[in-house]
């Protein structure tokens, strides 16, 4: 690959900015990346590990040359950032983020950006349960979707170049709008992710009763539970705050179908679960399919639990 952007600044320098920096520096996809976190700790750490070529103090600093900012902070803080840089940018440049949601952010920040400066949002569909500069890796974003959500009077050729940045760092590029995408990942990350935290939380209840049988024969399905909710406090408050009206329509249905379930459970209604269950296992064959997923065993997990998509 071939340099695509002179000069790319990263800010927030956690699990997704890390993983781009590698991923930049895989396939050259850039001259120099420089970097700017919150605390001096995460920049110390930046440092030690090599995590940027230039980690600045300021964002300001950051940005003053970049000739594309990727705001890879919490959703939360994106709106303090972008008023933060406004006034540094350069001219004709291209500010993007990689927030899990995307009316909020966008409605955040675009109130700061400069009218010559392009502002084309997006949604790497990639993640772990961890989070940090330390927890980033080169082929996070490998054969995962990236979802760009421009605005609809944005500038064509900046979306193609930052889509041949995507798919430099091993993604597949799509395009969706806002709401849409809103409501996609209510569905597929959003919803799953509150399922699994009140799953644990209700395990972790009943583990008070059952001494420690739910840890230690938890491989039953549970552990896959747990891993989602280990994923960052903060981001998932932020998700949750900004994407309301996605997730709660979600859950709606959600109630409604497990109440469907727990009434087939009670009249023994065989039939009913029977055709779920079916239904349910075609669609885990259609992400296989699609390669989404693998299909080994015990879901994979040997080969895929580090790079669920979020
Ligand atoms: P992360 O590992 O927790 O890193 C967040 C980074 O943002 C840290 O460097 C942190 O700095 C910095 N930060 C936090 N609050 C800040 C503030 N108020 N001002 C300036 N910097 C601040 O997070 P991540 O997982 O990379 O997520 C970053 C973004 O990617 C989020 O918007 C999230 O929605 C999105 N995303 C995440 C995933 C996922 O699975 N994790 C997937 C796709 C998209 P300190 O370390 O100094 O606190």
């Known amino acids: 690959m071939s340099v695509v952007y002179e000069r790319v600044a990263l800010i927030g320098l956690g699990l997704i900015a890390s993983s781009m920096f590698w991923a930049i520096k895989r396939s050259g996809l850039a001259n120099e990346v420089t970097g700017f976190a919150r605390s001096a700790e995460t920049r110390q750490t930046a440092r030690r590990i090599g995590l940027c070529d230039r980690v600045c103090e300021t964002a300001k600093e950051a940005v003053e ?49 400069p009218n010559n400066v392009h502002f084309i949002p997006a949604h790497p569909l990639a993640g772990t349960e961890h989070s940090g500069p330390e927890s980033g890796f080169a082929s996070l974003f490998d054969n995962r979707w990236c979802l760009l959500v421009p605005p609809e009077d944005a500038d064509q050729g900046a979306i193609d170049k930052l889509s041949a940045f995507w798919q430099g760092m091993g993604s597949n590029v799509d395009q969706m709008d806002a709401d849409h995408h809103d409501l996609v990942l209510a569905v597929t990350s959003h919803a799953p992710h509150l399922i699994a935290y009140t799953m644990v ?64 459970i009670r009249q023994s209604d065989g039939d009913h679960l029977y055709d779920y269950f079916t239904r349910t296992r075609s669609i885990r064959r259609g992400i296989v399919e699609a390669g989404q997923d693998t299909d080994q065993p015990d879901f994979g997990r040997s080969a895929n639990a580090d790079r669920d998509g979020k």
Do not use: H
């Open 201 to 264: 939380g209700v395990a972790d209840d009943l583990r008070r009763v059952t001494d420690n049988e739910v840890i230690k024969y938890s491989a039953a399905g549970f552990r896959d539970f747990t891993r989602i909710a280990a994923s960052d406090p903060t981001m998932w408050r932020d998700v949750f705050l900004t994407n309301k009206e996605a997730t709660l329509e979600i859950l709606g249905r959600f109630t409604e179908e497990l109440f469907a379930l727990q009434r087939a």
């Open 65 to 113: 040359d970049a000739d594309l900012v990727v705001l890879c902070v919490p959703i939360g803080a994106m709106e303090a950032i972008a008023k933060d840089i406004s006034s540094v940018l350069k001219q004709g440049i291209t500010v993007s983020d990689v927030g899990s949601v995307k009316r909020a952010v966008i409605d955040a920040v675009t109130p700061s950006i």
